[in-house]
């Protein structure tokens, strides 16, 4: 991982590392050189993790005559190819974009996507940073899809399957709001021809009321004379 070096130190210096998790090291000192100086090598042994990477080891470098030890910060590089997950964006534009992630480092060189038992119609674009577009959201397009990554240390592959759901929610939000338009169209139209038969049935009685009362009156005055 790393080697931290003290030269030409009479007597020979002392090495030792610390660090946020259990550190191993050696110390090793070369033949007195004709002046009695000593060269002292410490080497950082780890079994390097992901959780390693960006975190902060520290050299400690001891000798009579330092007023204090001489520290030396050194952060890690770990290099490893964990995981690729892949998501489904909707744009705006009403297109779908899968998008490969990679929890990688350093991150990866190329991004590969392949659709199983299948092969991308030209309308799909594939961009270096590894994404997908599927611009036009036709039903064919369901299936398998997978993103596979590269880098220095090696790769790691994601899948996710696309159902039709994907293409058609769209059209079934659609005819769900026309069957709601039109059921309410309906129910008005009800409503609308029901009143106005109860408004014809409550009229009809007393225009037929008018005549007879004429009647009843002409009667009467026939009554009169008689």
């Keep these: 991982i790393a080697t931290c070096l003290a030269k030409d130190a009479k007597p020979a210096a002392s090495i030792h590392w610390k660090g946020p998790f259990i550190v191993s090291f050696t110390q090793s000192a070369t033949r007195p050189a004709p002046d009695g100086t000593v060269n002292v090598s410490s080497p950082l042994r780890l079994s390097p993790t992901r959780e390693m990477n960006g975190q902060h080891v520290y050299c400690v470098v001891e000798h009579p005559a330092l007023k204090s030890p001489e520290i030396l910060d050194y952060k890690l590089n770990i290099h490893y190819m964990k995981s690729v997950t892949i998501t489904a964006v909707k744009t705006e534009q009403e297109s779908l974009q899968l998008k490969c992630f990679a929890d990688?480092?350093?991150?990866?060189?190329?991004?590969?996507?392949?659709?199983?038992?299948?092969s991308f119609p030209k309308?799909?674009?594939?961009?270096?940073?590894?994404?997908?577009?599927?611009?036009?959201?036709?039903?064919?397009?369901?299936?398998?899809y997978a993103c596979e990554t590269y880098n220095k240390v090696g790769s790691a592959k994601a899948f996710l399957y696309l159902y039709a759901d994907h293409f058609t929610q769209r059209q079934h939000f659609m005819i769900y709001v026309i069957i709601v338009l039109l059921l309410f169209v309906i129910i008005?139209?009800?409503f609308f021809l029901h009143k106005k038969i109860s408004s014809t049935r409550n009229d009809t009685p007393s225009q037929q009321a008018a005549p007879l009362q004429q009647l009843e009156n002409r009667k009467e005055d026939q009554d009169e004379d008689t």
């Design 104 to 118: 990688a480092n350093p991150s990866p060189i190329t991004y590969t996507w392949t659709k199983e038992n299948d």
């Design 123 to 144: 309308s799909i674009t594939e961009q270096e940073d590894g994404i997908l577009t599927l611009p036009r959201m036709t039903p064919d397009l369901a299936g398998l």
């Design 188 to 190: 008005a139209l009800s």
